[in-house]
């Protein structure tokens, strides 16, 4: 069973890596996060492929796919939808927004107002969106990837702390190197290689190894090194915010897709280890004298990491 899901996990990264190149831990990263029911925040430049990975990633799943370009007069009703009169039958019908897909790209989710962007924490959090008391449940699987550009960007908004939280993971693409953007030029020589991907699972296929992940075994004495890792960052003096229990949960989750796409039924301390810094450092908050003096997220859950003992 688990050289199966290995195996189906590695068809999707292949056919995901035919179209970005070079990218490959990146890729894994996105997958993890899908695989854990999560969600994944892509920070990168503008042309780096965040957009084409989440199409192509839609496509090589055979979802529905939804894109939503974040503007500054974007409505959260244009996400979600909403109940629009209908003057034939005198009664307002329900008009489904982009969010009712499998895979959903918020792009330049920082390019909106903080009002627009809480619409997507209810349905980041539960899966559902809710109108007029009523609760609508999204298709399964539901994934989101939202692309931002980095904060000192022209027309940028910083992300409110619980939208950030709602993001299993945060990823960076990042240039490539010489030798596989020389590829992706001649890749395009006459069309994009997007245009010749096909799909290599069904959705059922990714709710199945979602579930397979659940069941992967996690020792209480790795649990209790995880939460230690977490404790180390609500008493780092250098943060105004520390990791909450959902992201103690996401680095769990992500833990256990981690091992199960290693072949393994069990989670190991270097799980943890490899997945902190893209679980957690996202979700942290520097204190202003840190902020302004050039300290990272990253480097203090490096920090973090080499203080608490590794569980044998």
Same mark, same amino acid.
């Given at each position: 069973m688990s050289t199966q899901f290995a195996a189906t996990v590695q068809k999707i990264e292949d056919n995901l890596g035919s179209v970005i190149r070079g990218k490959a831990e990146s890729i894994r990263l996105v997958m993890i996060s899908l695989l854990a029911g999560g969600h994944t925040l892509l920070e990168d430049a503008p042309g780096?492929?965040? =957009?084409?990975?989440?199409?192509?990633?839609?496509?090589? *799943?055979?979802?529905? !796919?939804?894109?939503?370009?974040?503007? #500054?007069?974007l409505l959260p009703a244009d996400i979600t939808g909403g109940n629009i009169y209908n003057p034939k039958e005198g009664s307002f019908d329900f008009r489904p927004g982009p969010v009712f897909s499998n895979v959903l790209l918020a792009d330049e989710i920082n390019r909106t107002s903080p009002r627009t962007q809480s619409a997507l924490l209810e349905v980041m959090s539960e899966n559902q969106v809710t109108v007029d008391g009523k609760a609508l449940t999204l298709p399964q699987p539901f994934f989101v990837i939202a692309t931002q550009n980095p904060n000192e960007y022209h027309g940028t908004y910083p992300l409110p702390e619980a939208q950030l939280d709602r993001f299993t993971l945060?990823? =960076?693409?990042?240039?490539?190197?010489?030798?596989?953007? *020389?590829?992706?030029? !001649?890749?395009?020589?006459?069309?994009? #290689?997007?245009t010749k991907l096909k799909s290599v699972v069904s959705c059922q296929e990714v709710i199945d190894l979602q579930e397979q992940v659940k069941a992967v075994r996690f020792d209480r004495a790795i649990a209790e090194y995880l939460v230690r890792l977490v404790e180390g960052t609500r008493k780092e003096p250098r943060l105004r915010l520390g990791i909450s229990p959902r992201g103690s949960l996401a680095l769990y989750r992500t833990a256990q897709a981690r091992a199960r796409v290693a072949g393994r039924d069990h989670v190991l301390p270097e799980d943890v280890r490899a997945l902190a810094v893209p679980v957690l450092a996202h979700r942290m908050m520097l204190d202003t004298k840190a902020k302004y003096g050039g300290v990272r997220t990253q480097q203090l859950v490096e920090e973090i990491i080499g203080k608490i003992a590794v569980p044998r």
């Open positions: 780096t492929g965040k =957009t084409t990975l989440a199409k192509s990633l839609a496509r090589s *799943v055979d979802g529905v !796919f939804r894109r939503i370009q974040f503007t #500054p007069d945060s990823v =960076t693409l990042g240039y490539p190197d010489t030798s596989h953007e *020389v590829e992706m030029l !001649f890749s395009q020589n006459e069309r994009h #290689p997007f």
